[in-house]
């Protein structure tokens, strides 16, 4: 069964930090690109970062450029979000995707699939 | 960044309508067009992936249309599984941009 799961959310102050996790299972992790897409209460999804299979490339939402940082561990099979400087927008419920790369050669699917059920992120004094 | 628009925010349908959801982009974005559903308190699920293909798993009665700049999203017979929010999202160019959703409600 392919599952992904996040763990590290909860309730921070502004300006501080916290680190989430996404341990994936029943796929071939390395294949996958992941990606963090955010939902703050009652809003829509917004993209947040990216990392490619061998995690040497990543690209970030200009609102977390320099604050997150996205990074992996195939090792493992597990996406990690070091958040820092957090603020009170960053409030939402993360969620880690995955998606497929078939290799070198082929772009990525550029579609979202599968989905972690999300970790909650409260930025509040 | 690329703006997605859905039309419209919400609607309500009943059981058995035909309901069509739009998505425009603020630039072409070629084909590079997916659709999500959402129900309340779970992660969104892959419906339609590069504008018309249906993902595994997913009704027949879910389809997609569209190219360049304008989408759409059809259920030809909407079932009561069906009611939740519906996000499209282009995959053209980062940074990766959803719309802003449509809520499909009971009548």
């Known amino acids: 069964e392919v599952q992904l799961v996040e763990s590290g959310g909860g309730l921070v102050q502004p300006g501080g930090s916290l680190r989430l996790s996404c341990s994936a299972s029943g796929i071939t992790f390395s294949t996958y690109w992941m990606h963090w897409v955010r939902q703050a209460p009652g809003k829509g999804l917004v993209w947040v970062t990216r990392?490619?299979?061998?995690?040497?490339?990543?690209n970030y939402a200009d609102s977390v450029k320099g604050r997150f940082t996205i990074s992996r561990d195939n090792a493992k099979n597990t996406l990690y979000l070091q958040m820092n400087s957090l603020r009170a927008e960053d409030t939402a419920v993360y969620y880690c995707?995955?998606?497929?790369?078939?290799?070198?050669?082929?772009?990525?699917?550029?579609?979202?699939?599968?989905w972690g059920q999300g970790t909650l992120v409260t930025v509040s004094s | 960044d690329i703006q997605m628009t859905q039309s419209p925010s919400s609607l309500s349908a009943s059981v058995g309508d035909r309901v069509t959801i739009t998505c425009r982009a603020s630039?072409?974005?070629?084909?590079?067009l997916n659709w999500y559903q959402q129900k309340p308190g779970r992660a969104p699920n892959l419906l339609i992936y590069?504008?018309?293909s249906l993902q595994s798993g997913v009704p027949s009665r879910f389809s997609g249309s569209g190219s360049g700049t304008d989408f759409a999203l059809t259920i030809r017979s909407l079932q009561p599984e069906d009611f939740a929010t519906y996000y499209c999202?282009?995959?053209?160019?980062?940074?990766?941009?959803f719309g802003q959703g449509t809520k499909v409600e009971i009548k």
């Open positions: 590069t504008t018309s």
């Open positions: 990392i490619n299979g061998d995690g040497k490339s990543t």
């Open positions: 630039q072409t974005i070629s084909r590079n």
């Open positions: 999202q282009q995959s053209y160019t980062t940074p990766w941009t």
């Open positions: 995707a995955g998606e497929f790369s078939p290799g070198s050669y082929y772009p990525p699917a550029g579609y979202f699939d599968p």
